[in-house]
């Protein structure tokens, strides 16, 4: 696979955070596809962006408008077992000029991902442990989480909420929403934070790992071992470049596999949008009186030139 070679990209993030990383490539329609976070997929994305790739995740598929649409796709898969919504969308991130997928929701369809492309490979990528991949997602979701349920973002966002529907729809995974005041601190009416999350509570721990399990052994029945490559980030480049037919190994093994850490970047965006939403109505307050002010000096700018066009005529 030659770098800048196209295909389709990413899948999955955040409060609904997925477990691995799903990477497909289709030597017939070069498709990458990749799913599932917290198992070092910035790292993954990285890495794809350096051999050419451009990833298609939830902030691609909202841009684009299409989160009702992977919602009304899931239904269909799910419910009839049409893959038509799946196949109009690939095809559309393709024109799009996207050559891979990771995250939410995108890594719940790898399977109907690697039905649509036939010869299509795919990496699911690991943590050393399940428990150590639950312990960051629940990081991320007590950082990212706000972001989905907590004013005002819930009020901006609300787009954020498809995934847990997807989330339901393919895995009859039900993310509890986090609700005041048990799970969230409502200091103003605008504002909220969650002090427990609801995936901190044994049972959801465990439903959690169980689909961790159970998507993996999924993957493992239905794709050959010549398509499907477990993969932890810790082993860089080297099961990568035989599992894609990479041919110049050595303009690849050039650079360090990419080791990205996003923990404490996501933290600190959360602090300043907390601080930015927390001072909201003040801001807005102070916007108001500005604009006020500068209506009023405008005005009566108006207004004298006005009376000095008028002592001019008279005169």
Known sequence: MAPGSPGLVRTYFSAVVSIDSILQYDHTHHSLISALARTGTKSIEKALQSLGHRVYDMRAAMELKHMDRWVQAATDWKEHDDLGGVKALVQE????????????PMNLFALAFAELRPKAKVLF???DTKEKWMESLTTLSRTFGPFIYCRPYSWIFPKLQAASNIL???EGLETTRPTYPTHLDRPFPWFEKI???PIEAPEKRK????????FQKRLQQKLSKDRLLVFNVKQGW???IPFLGIQDKDAVTRQDFPNIHDGNTLKVIRRVMDLCAFAAPVIFLIFLWIMTRVLHTCVRCKLALDERRMKAKRQ
């Open 207 to 214: 439903a959690w790992m169980e689909l961790h399990q159970r």
């Open 168 to 170: 339901l729809t393919l």
């Open 238 to 240: 080297a099961p990568l």
């Open 125 to 127: 990528s690991v943590r």
């Open 93 to 104: 991130m393709e024109a799009a000029g996207f050559t891979a997928t990771l995250d939410l």
């Open 195 to 197: 002090h427990t999350h």
